[in-house]
């Protein structure tokens, strides 16, 4: 049975809990974690298994881009030996297996929900796969990326173009002898590129890659990781509020960057010196050719900037702090196009990976806290629907939200606003009055 095949749950379901957390991820278990300190009676219902999504939709050579010290789960700091590391993917799951095990949650395992509704009465009506279940508050720890995004004339390409999502991709051996396309320069887009290229280099195969928007960051500056020096500048700490973009940063696109190999930057440009074929944003297909746009330079301009940027605010940290750092110079661009390339024929391409993304679905609740976008409407994790929270979204309240670094604070929060509602006795569900969303601590 693989992970991704639903398992028998360890024990029958209850007709009724006091609290039911969609979602075994580490979102899930860390409210469950919470709840569990409190001595709040829950379950957790995981479709698949604990950790399943570190195994079944992350490529071979995965490692985290943000290091191990960041890796902070409730009661679960990171208690290896190299803190300034990156975790391969096998670390990963082995680090959200042992927390798991660290405390013994009531994790359900094989059990999808199929529906959630308000109930009669009051809480809420679980459909699952295991039987219907009625809990007074509910906690939707599946996070926002559910259905993987590739465009709808993908299915026009000629059928011997492998095609997979990043979602799919483990390895360049899923993919036919012959040239890949890969587009999407998010970090995954930009680490899979990667990936394929170090392992084409010398067999005259050749990687394409459609650049997106997406900004790059270094990964050292100054004799330190830019991570530690945003992290003491607060960056990590600033809500989404005020955020510069506000809450268009929860649908923002990450820098890229890597910790493969110790962590080191992602040059593009070095890429396209080296033989990787670069192109601007993918706009579609026609006659058997497949066409861009002409924003190859502006995008890799772009990139360039924002790692400028992150390097102007390092340096003047530094400047106020009186901090001893070591001089270095700025990035010079190794490469630049002399035009933007905007057009590829499918006849020299074998295989296509899409790294564009996922979307949300949220079609299963059936609970009005939703905007005209789809998006959960919420404080800090707290809907409008009484008794029901969200948790481990991207930006839910801080950048680190939807990562390891910032989900034992929203846990937190959330479990507070879980035991106050249920100590004052409001009445759950949609008809009830919502609790208030003050500061307090800190799907499966």
Same mark, same amino acid.
Request: aromatic residues 8%; charged residues 20%; glycine residues 10%.
């Given at each position: 049975?693989?992970? /991704?095949?639903?398992?028998?749950?360890?024990?029958?379901?209850?007709?009724?809990?006091?609290?039911?957390?969609?979602?075994?991820?580490?979102?899930?278990?860390?409210?469950?974690?919470?709840?569990?300190?409190?001595?709040?009676?829950?379950?957790?219902?995981?479709?698949?298994?604990?950790?399943?999504?570190?195994?079944?939709?992350?490529?071979?050579?995965?490692?985290?881009?943000?290091?191990?010290?960041?890796?902070?789960?409730?009661g679960w700091p990171y208690r290896g030996d190299d803190p300034d590391g990156f975790m391969v993917r096998d670390e990963v799951v082995e680090y959200v297996r042992s927390y798991a095990a660290s405390f013994d949650p009531p994790v359900h395992e094989g059990v999808a929900v199929l529906r959630l509704s308000p109930a009669a009465g009051g809480g809420y009506t679980l459909a699952t796969s295991a039987g219907e279940l009625h809990a007074d508050q509910v906690v939707l720890? !599946?996070?926002?990326?559910?259905?993987?995004?590739?465009?709808?004339?993908?299915?026009?390409?000629?059928?011997?173009?492998?095609?997979?999502?990043?979602?799919?991709?483990?390895?360049?051996?899923?993919?036919?002898?012959?040239? !890949?396309? !890969?587009?999407?320069?998010?970090?995954?887009?930009?680490?899979?590129?990667?990936?394929?290229?170090?392992?084409?280099?010398?067999?005259?195969?050749?990687?394409?890659?459609?650049?997106?928007?997406?900004?790059?960051? =270094?990964?050292?500056?100054?004799?330190?990781?830019?991570v530690a020096w945003l992290d003491d500048l607060g960056h990590y700490d600033v809500p989404v509020e005020q955020h510069r973009d506000g809450e268009a940063a929860r649908v923002g696109t990450n820098h890229y960057v890597t910790g493969r190999d110790g962590g080191r930057d992602i040059d593009l440009r070095t890429f396209a010196l080296q033989g990787m074929q670069l192109y601007g944003t993918l706009a579609g297909l026609r006659d058997g050719v497949l066409r861009f746009?002409?924003?190859?330079?502006?995008?890799?301009?772009?990139?360039?900037?924002?790692?400028?940027? %992150?390097?102007?605010?390092?340096?003047?940290?530094?400047?106020?702090?009186?901090?001893?750092?070591?001089?270095?110079?700025?990035? !010079?661009?190794?490469? =630049?196009?002399?035009?933007?390339?905007?057009?590829?024929?499918?006849?020299?391409?074998?295989?296509?990976?899409?790294?564009?993304?996922?979307?949300?679905?949220?079609?299963?609740?059936?609970?009005?806290?939703?905007?005209?976008?789809?998006?959960?409407?919420?404080?800090?994790?707290?809907?409008?629907?009484?008794?029901?929270?969200?948790?481990?979204?991207?930006?839910?309240? /801080?950048?680190?939200?939807?990562?390891?670094?910032?989900?034992?604070?929203?846990?937190?929060?959330?479990?507070?606003?879980?035991?106050?509602?249920?100590?004052?006795?409001?009445?759950?569900?949609?008809?009830? =009055?919502?609790?208030? %969303?003050?500061?307090?601590?800190?799907?499966?």
């Open positions: 049975m693989t992970l /991704t095949e639903a398992a028998p749950p360890r024990t029958a379901l209850p007709q009724h809990v006091p609290v039911a957390v969609v979602g075994g991820g580490q979102a899930g278990l860390s409210i469950s974690w919470h709840l569990v300190q409190r001595g709040v009676e829950h379950v957790v219902l995981e479709r698949a298994t604990v950790a399943h999504e570190w195994v079944d939709a992350r490529w071979d050579t995965f490692c985290l881009v943000t290091p191990n010290w960041q890796c902070q789960l409730p720890a !599946v996070g926002g990326y559910h259905l993987p995004v590739v465009p709808p004339w993908a299915s026009a390409l000629p059928e011997r173009i492998t095609q997979l999502h990043s979602q799919q991709y483990r390895n360049p051996g899923q993919l036919p002898e012959g040239d !890949v396309l !890969v587009v999407g320069t998010g970090q995954s887009g930009a680490q899979i590129a990667e990936d394929l290229h170090l392992a084409f280099r010398g067999t005259g195969r050749r990687v394409h890659l459609a650049v997106g928007s997406a900004p790059r960051i =270094a990964r050292r500056y100054r004799g330190r990781d830019v746009e002409p924003n190859l330079t502006a995008h890799l301009d772009r990139a360039d900037a924002v790692d400028d940027g %992150a390097k102007d605010l390092i340096d003047r940290h530094i400047a106020a702090a009186g901090i001893d750092a070591p001089a270095e110079d700025r990035y !010079v661009p190794v490469w =630049a196009p002399s035009e933007d390339p905007t057009e590829l024929d499918t006849a020299a391409v074998a295989g296509v990976v899409w790294a564009i993304g996922f979307r949300a679905d949220w079609s299963w609740v059936r609970v009005p806290v939703f905007d005209g976008a789809g998006y959960p409407t919420h404080t800090r994790g707290v809907t409008s629907a009484p008794g029901l929270f969200v948790l481990g979204l991207p930006w839910l309240h /801080t950048w680190g939200s939807g990562r390891f670094s910032g989900i034992a604070r929203d846990a937190a929060f959330v479990a507070d606003r879980i035991t106050e509602l249920a100590a004052a006795g409001a009445p759950s569900g949609p008809g009830g =009055a919502p609790p208030a %969303a003050s500061s307090g601590s800190g799907r499966a």
